[in-house]
Structures are given as C-alpha cells and as structure tokens.
C-alpha cells in the first residue's frame, strides 16, 4: 500500500505564511529607517538650534589659533629721564605633565637632578609637579637668568619649555626702594608707586586671532587687537640729590649706630619732592633678605614730636597774631616758670631776649612766652595753614597726618609745650613743607612726588613780611646760634635744630629724635631738607651734633649739583666735616 507525503500540503502552507512574512518585515525595515532618520533630525536640529555652542567650541579649539604681542611694563624714571624701574624679557621654565609622561621624560633621572641642582631645590619636590598625567602646564621655575635657560635647553628633557615673560628690574636698587616700590612675581604693582600707579604702568597686550585649516593655512582673520601701550611715569625725584642724600643718611645712621634715619628735599619754588629717602632700605632686586621693618617708607609713616624745630612757627603764630614784632624783646628771666604744677625752663636764665635770639639760643622760655601771647587758636591755626596734621600732597601709600589734636580745653602748660615740638607730632616730609612755605614767602603748594611742568599755583597762607623775617631768623641760627654744624661754605643757610624724647608708657624715656630742617640759599631760596635720625647711641643726640653735619653735606652738593651760584662769596673759613661735634653750650635742648 503506498503511503501519501506530506510535503505538497506543507508546501501550501508555507505559500500561504509567506506574503504576509514579507509585509511585516518590509514594514518593520521601513519603520526603523524611519525611526533612524527622524532620530538624525532631531538630534541635527538639537545640535543646530538648541545646543550648538558646545560643537561650535571643539571646532574652534581645532581650527581657532590666537598670537598674543607682549606688552612690557611701563617704565618709572626720574624728572632727568634716569630709569629707575624697567621690564626686561626673561624666559620662565614650564612644563606639560602630559608630554613629559608621553615622552617618557622621567626616565632619566640624571637630567631632573641636574635642573634641581641649577635650580636649587629637592629633585623630589621638582619631579611631584610633573607626576600627574592629566595635567598640561605647570610652572617649574619662573624668570631665570639667561645662563640657565641655556642649560635647560640643553637638557633637552621632554615635555619640558622655556617661554618669555618680562621681570621689573631697578637700577638704582636701594637707593630709590621705598619710594618706587616693588611688584609681584606676576608683574603686579604691591609696594610705593609701583602699586599706586599700577594701571598706568601696565599696558594691554594686543591679539590676532585667526583660522587655519588642516594644513596649517591661514583660511580666515577673525579679529585684530591692537596692543596699547603703558604709560611711562616720570617722577620728581632727582636721582643724583636721592643717591647724594642716601649716602650721607646711611652714613649717619651707621656712625651713629641709630635705629632709623630719613631725609627730604623740596623744591621751595614748585613743591616737587626731589629726593626721599630712609636708612635701612633694601634692595628690591634681590627679596632673599627683605624684613618687613626695611619696607617702611618713614619718611611719611614714622611721625615724631619734632622738638625745637617747632620754634620758628610758634614765632611765626606770634607774628601772625600780631601779638608780637620781628623787633620785640621777650623776658625770659629767670629761665624758668612753672604753668599748673608743671615746669618750663632753659638750662640758664637768659634773660631778656630779641625774637630771632629766641630762636638762635633755642629759649624754651621765649618760644613758651610767645606762644601763651598768641593763644591756641593763632598757634593751631598757623600749624594747620603750614600742612601739620593733614596730606602733603603727594599721595602715597602708607602716608601719615601726624597728630594736631582738635580739642575745646587747653591747659597754659600745653600751649608751652606746643611751641617747643612736644603734644604733637608730625611727618619728615610734613616738617619739610613746613619749612619750604616759609621758603616760599608764605606761600603753600601741595607737594608732588611727580615731575610738574611749570610752578602751579598756590596759596598764600602766611604773610610774605612775616615768612621773610622768620627765614632771617633761622640764618642768624646757622650764623649765631645753636646750629654752627649747618653752615655751608659759600652759601647762606638758614635752618633750625630739634631733639626730642621718645615718648613711652607713663612719660618719656631715654631714647631721642634728632632733627634739621633748613633752607638754603637764603638770597632766593630753592630747596628745603630735614634730616630726622631715629635714637643715636652713645653721648652725641643733640640735633645740632647729629643731623645738622647731615643736612650741611647734603644741602652743599645739591646745591652744586643744581648748578645754584654760591650767595656768600666771603665765606671762606673751611667747614670740618663729619659728624663729631661737641654738645652745646649749657646742655641746651638741640
């Protein structure tokens, strides 16, 4: 019996499930293409409208290159154009962690002990920067000498490279450090005028941004900046008198063994500061040995009871007042008085004296006497007209007003006081325009620590009469009276000396401040100097022994330097220089 198969049956079927088979796989392609597409859509539409600054940003940072022009700091010089702070190119030492990694840089540690060593730091400390592999730029050293770049090229470590920068570099180093100042490592102004003037002295470097393709070409200029220039600061200060009167100050305070010393020139005519100076100083090119106690510019931070170099305005008060004239005779006998349970005295009774003897004998009495006639308001008030307890002008950082104390109740025995530099307090640079109004025939300029063009125009706060009788005054001190050491062979000088305690907790101790502060040349005067040295050691701490042998060697070359005709042409007694002198007569206070 034969037996039927299956097949044709199985074959029919299988006709009968494939069309369908065919439709749904054909639908089902058609739905993904469809599905994929729309994908590619939106995420083209999401990328082009919604999120395209990510792309745009990767494709910039392939193609976008940008060239930057260098900008050096601006230049500080003097009112002769001497440079007194300059940028120089230097290279700096960096690396890429990456590249060295890559380039297996660390493998030979012969060469990374070898720049440790020109370096001078742990080759430990020195390999720890470039340990990590993600990371593309570090610092290694900055600002190295020219000698060690050379090295470092020579090394040839991998990942290792050498890019300029500029460093501040002061020529006349300390001579001129407080008043310049200093920057950071980065360029940026933080002490004196480098920090005042920061923004002047910092320009913008210029930028060209371009586009290049996978070439290298150059396929677009996206934008041109052009770099602008910093501006060159040109000072007031004369480099030759700021060296001449650093020289003279750090001698003194040497020989003197003194904490601290500071001297100032003023032009009387034009109010510019033509040298400023402090013994110790440092030496802003090299900060190895910088302490906090050498940055301090005292001529204008340091404020001191100024002791008789007060007198000639308490006379002028006096004269203001119109209590007294340039011809009156004060009694002084019997050297002393006693003002509310307190004692004001000379070292002997003088007895009756002229106004300018007041001064040339330094009579605590006389000026005492003076300014009890003219009372607080007529002392207070010339004080203020003369720059005590306010700014000079300059604006400088760290400046101070000293202290001019405002109050309603004077006691007689303050007042006294007042006139012989003690209850107050002022600044070098203050005492300084002080005396360069007097100077100026009364007139007042605010001082200025830049270069002026022209004599600007000032104020007249004290009558022309009354400064040109005080400035004789002060001559016959320097001829006459207690500061002999100030004289200058072939000009006339006029000036007074100071010495005053050291205030201290409960009273005054035993330390001094000696100072001088004069004019000079008398005939038509130009400069004005004090010279303030801070507790001298040993016998000598009188201003006329201390700082008036200062002030003379200083105030003779600048006025030579200054090219100034000699007013005194028949001095020809020889001065004997130095700083020796014998106290004076009496025990007088300066």
């Known amino acids: 019996m034969a037996i039927k198969s299956p ?3 199985l074959n029919k079927r299988l006709k009968k499930i494939q069309p369908h088979l065919a439709h749904g796989r054909f639908y089902f392609a058609l739905g993904m293409l469809f599905l994929v597409f729309t994908s590619l859509v939106a995420r083209a539409a999401y990328i082009q409208v919604i999120e395209p600054e990510r792309l745009i940003f990767e494709g910039d940072r392939r193609s976008l290159r940008a060239d930057t022009t260098m900008v050096q700091r601006g230049t500080i010089v003097d009112r002769n154009g001497r440079e007194l702070a300059v940028s120089v190119p230097v290279q700096t030492v960096w690396a890429d962690p990456k590249q060295v990694h890559d380039g297996d840089g660390l493998a030979d540690r012969e060469r990374w002990l070898a720049l440790a060593e020109v370096f001078r730091v742990d080759v430990n400390d020195l ?16 600002k190295v000498t020219p000698g060690v770049a050379d090295f470092v090229q020579q090394l040839r470590i991998p990942g290792v490279h050498l890019k300029t920068e500029s460093r501040r570099f002061y020529p006349v180093g300390e001579i001129a450090a407080h008043v310049v100042g200093f920057t950071d490592i980065d360029g940026r102004g933080i002490e ?25 070409r150059v396929v677009e200029e996206i934008r041109v900046t052009a770099a602008q220039e910093p501006q060159q600061l040109t000072l007031s200060i004369d480099q030759r008198l700021q060296s001449l009167a650093y020289s003279e100050l750090k001698k003194a305070v040497r020989y003197h063994q003194a904490t601290s010393g500071s001297a100032v020139i003023v032009d009387v ?18 900060r190895n040995d910088m302490q906090s106690h ?9 404020s001191y009871e100024p002791g008789s170099t007060m007198k000639p305005l308490a006379v002028l008060a006096g004269l203001e007042a119109g209590v007294i004239r340039k011809d009156d005779i004060i009694d002084t006998h019997p050297g002393w008085m006693r003002l509310g ?15 300018s003897e007041v001064l040339e004998n330094s009579s605590n009495m006389g000026s005492a006497r003076i300014a009890l006639e003219a009372g607080i308001d007529n002392m207070m008030s010339t004080y203020a007209a003369l720059g005590l307890g306010n700014d000079t002008g300059v604006a400088m950082l760290g400046e101070s007003f000293g202290i001019l104390q405002s109050r309603r109740r004077w006691s007689d025995f303050e007042i006294a006081t007042l006139s012989f530099g003690y209850g107050l307090s002022v600044t070098t640079l203050q005492l300084a325009q002080a005396y360069a109004i007097i100077g100026n025939g009364g007139v007042k300029r605010p001082l200025s620590i830049q270069r002026r063009e022209g004599i600007p125009e000032g104020e007249q706060v004290i009558s022309r009469e009354n400064a040109e009788a005080v400035l004789s005054m002060l001559e016959n001190v320097v001829m006459k009276g207690s500061a002999k050491e100030a004289r200058v062979r072939g000009y006339r000088v006029a000036g007074k000396t100071g010495t005053s305690r050291k205030a201290v907790a409960g009273g005054y101790g035993d330390e001094y401040v000696t100072l001088f502060a004069g004019i000079a040349p008398v005939s038509d005067p130009r400069i004005a100097v004090v010279v303030t040295v801070n507790e001298p050691s040993g ?3 009188y201003g006329g022994d201390v700082s008036a042998p200062v002030f003379a060697e200083i105030v003779g070359d600048a006025l030579r330097i200054m090219n100034i005709a000699p007013d005194n042409l028949e001095d020809t007694q020889p001065r004997v220089a130095g700083f020796v002198g014998s106290a004076l007569p009496g025990g007088a206070d300066d």
């Open 7 to 9: 097949r044709p049956s």
């Open 127 to 142: 390999i720890s920067k470039v340990e990590d592999p993600t990371r593309r730029f570090v610092y290694l050293e900055r």
């Open 192 to 216: 004196g005028l480098e920090a005042i003037y920061d923004q002047v002295l910092t320009g913008i470097p210029g930028e060209r941004v371009y586009r290049k393709d996978a070439q290298g």
């Open 269 to 286: 005519k034009t109010g510019e500061v033509l040298a400023m100076v402090n013994s110790p100083s440092f030496n802003p090119n090299n």
């Open 294 to 302: 050498k940055l301090r510019n005292r001529a204008i931070t340091d």
């Open 341 to 355: 349970g307190r004692r004001v005295s000379d070292p002997k009774n003088r007895g009756e004296l002229t106004v």
């Open 539 to 541: 016998d000598e701490y």
